[in-house]
Each structure stands twice: as structure tokens, then as C-alpha cells.
């Protein structure tokens, strides 16, 4: 049962454009999102976070949707950059009840074209 | 400041045999998270520690265990080797907001 989905396994865009990577969840109890970014042979590096209270939080070029109603959370990454290229993955914790396992989509493999 | 830390980078068994993974968390974190990737899959949790004790286990069998020891550095062992659990080995330590990983494991078993 995969709780946390990212339905695309892979995205390309033009550099100067804007990404924008889509995640699902489906248990209600998830009350923290984060996105990490993971080259090849390298840990995941932390991207961005959001809290359940909130609907959008932004860093630099790199700005977090959630829409709690749809489960559904995003980044946009304004404008795509050629080291943007990496998996990006979506996880889920459920914090307020003490759970602070992450759990990860499959990843989404993004490619800024030059 | 130093990241988090692991070791072998890369390790190589036959089924059967055991494999021990080694952590060490960023300075000043207590809690350590283990996660498997295995090829084509998302990461999956594998054990959590916080100070010294297992807080929290992923679905993996028994044969997945592990430890935290009194400086918060962790071990990973895997008993009784299968093929299937060739994959990258990631630990993280959590800091106030997220987790920070360390570059992995690669176990290969043969």
C-alpha cells in the first residue's frame, strides 16, 4: 500500500522554465511534508518543508503547495536550473502523533534541458 | 559541520551471510533513521533510534536489526542474507525540521 505516490517517474523542462513535481498521499494522519533531492550514488539532500497548518511555504526558488482537501501537495522550482536535474522525492510524516518515520514516493526524475 | 557519516560505502556479500552497516550522526543529534532503497523503489523505513532505544520498525522481517550506542552512532545488521536485499542502505539523523542523510551503502549480495 503505497501511502505517498508520485505518479510521474519522470519529468523534462527547459531551463528558464518553470518544474513542477506532483505528489499524492493518501493517509490523513500526515501532518508534515518534505521534499529531498538525491543525485546518483549520493544521499537524499533536504529541499523544502510544510507543515498541515499551512497551504504554501517558499524558499528561494523553490516554493511548496499543499491542498490538504486533495491530499495533494507540489514544488515549483522558478526558474528550473540545469543542477536542478536529480529524483526528487515527496515524504510524509505524521508528526503530532509522535511518528516521525518518513514515508517516501517513488521519486519523479527530473531533466533541465538546456 | 561534519554530516552524517557512513561506512563501508560499499559492501559485498553472498546470501546467507551477515552484513553490518555503521552511522554516525550529525554532532548533537540522538535520533537515527535507517531507510532502504531498493532498485526501481522509493525509500523505504527500515528502524528508527532515539537515544539508545528503538523508537519505531518498518515491515522487514527479524532478521533486520540493529542498535544505537551511547555516542548516537548506529549499526545496521542484516542476518541471513537474500538476494533481494541488494539495495543502497541510507541512514539520516534528525535536526530540528528534517532529516539529514548520509551518501549510503550500497550492499550487493551475490
Known amino acids: 500500500d503505497q501511502q505517498v505516490k508520485q505518479n510521474s517517474p519522470s519529468l523534462s523542462v527547459q531551463e528558464g522554465r518553470i518544474s513542477i513535481l506532483n505528489c499524492d498521499y493518501t493517509?490523513?494522519?500526515?501532518?508534515?511534508f518534505l521534499w529531498y533531492k538525491k543525485y546518483p550514488a549520493e544521499g537524499p539532500t533536504f529541499l523544502i518543508s510544510?507543515?498541515?497548518?499551512?497551504d504554501k511555504n517558499e524558499d528561494g526558488r523553490f516554493t511548496v503547495f499543499l491542498n490538504k482537501s486533495a491530499k495533494h501537495l507540489s514544488l515549483h522550482i522558478v526558474p528550473s536550473q540545469p543542477g536542478d536535474s536529480a529524483v526528487y522525492f515527496c515524504?510524509?510524516?505524521?508528526?503530532?502523533?509522535?511518528?516521525?518515520?518518513?514515508?517516501f514516493g517513488t521519486g519523479t526524475r527530473l531533466t533541465i534541458i538546456p | 559541520e561534519a554530516g552524517v557519516t557512513q561506512s563501508p560505502t560499499h559492501l559485498i556479500k553472498t546470501r546467507g551471510q551477515q552484513a553490518t552497516l555503521r552511522c554516525s550522526p550529525i554532532?548533537?543529534?540522538?535520533?537515527v533513521y535507517w531507510y532502504q532503497q531498493a532498485l526501481g523503489l522509493g525509500l523505504q523505513f527500515l528502524l528508527w533510534?532515539?537515544?539508545?532505544?528503538?523508537?519505531n520498525r518498518g515491515n522487514f522481517p527479524p532478521r533486520f536489526s540493529g542498535r544505537q550506542f551511547p555516542n548516537y552512532s548506529s549499526e545496521l545488521n542484516v542476518n541471513a542474507l537474500e538476494l533481494e536485499d541488494s539495495a543502497l542502505y541510507l541512514c539520516?539523523?534528525?535536526?530540528?525540521?528534517?532529516?539529514?542523510f548520509g551518501p549510503g551503502t550500497r550492499l550487493t549480495v551475490l
Open positions: 539520516a539523523s534528525r535536526g530540528p525540521n528534517e532529516q539529514f
Open positions: 493517509n490523513s494522519m500526515f501532518d508534515y
Open positions: 510544510i507543515s498541515s497548518i499551512k
Open positions: 515524504a510524509a510524516s505524521a508528526q503530532y502523533f509522535g511518528n516521525e518515520k518518513l514515508t
Open positions: 554532532s548533537g543529534h540522538t535520533s
Open positions: 533510534y532515539d537515544e539508545g532505544e528503538e523508537r
